[in-house]
């Protein structure tokens, strides 16, 4: 469900639905991961004893949308959202998300716009914001109602 309200979030601010897909699918990952919090991602020896001998180095583009950011990448003059070194594609938002939802992904998909075409700008452009008054309002109430779609169909 965060995935489905993020990208049309970004479909709403003005993202093509590709990278709408992208965007949505990769904050689905991040707050999974930052729920958990981020346990098992330690650096390993050899690598840390490394890092003081390299260069600055810039390898991630970060791209800001409002106050919030995600790491991005281009791959054939298309925009991507990354965690680590994987693209989040829209080949992964079908397999991940859209299949999820079956048959009634697209009744989903357009609530999901509907209720972001609710909100002003303002509030989809503020990562707390979004958090507070679009996504947790309505966590339960859509994760049982289209639990129920889906299981109908």
Request: aromatic share 12%; hydrophobic share 35%; charged share 30%.
């Amino acid at each position: 469900m965060m995935a489905l309200l993020q990208a049309a979030r970004a479909k709403r601010l003005g993202f093509s639905v590709v990278e709408a897909k992208s965007w949505g699918l990769n904050r689905a990952i991040f707050y999974a991961a930052a729920k958990r919090g981020f346990k098992g991602k330690k650096i390993p020896s050899r690598i840390s004893e490394e890092i003081p001998k390299k260069p600055v180095e810039k390898r991630k583009t970060a791209y800001y949308l409002g106050d919030e950011m995600a790491y991005s990448s281009k791959k054939g003059g298309r925009l991507y959202f990354t965690i680590g070194e994987t693209l989040q594609t829209e080949g992964d938002f079908e397999l991940q998300i859209m299949r999820r939802f079956g048959s009634i992904y697209s009744k989903a998909w357009k609530e999901a716009l509907q209720i972001v075409s609710q909100y002003p700008r303002e509030i989809l452009l503020s990562q707390k914001n979004f958090f507070q008054e679009v996504y947790r309002p309505r966590r339960d109430e859509l994760a049982s109602k289209w639990t129920e779609m889906t299981e109908k169909n």
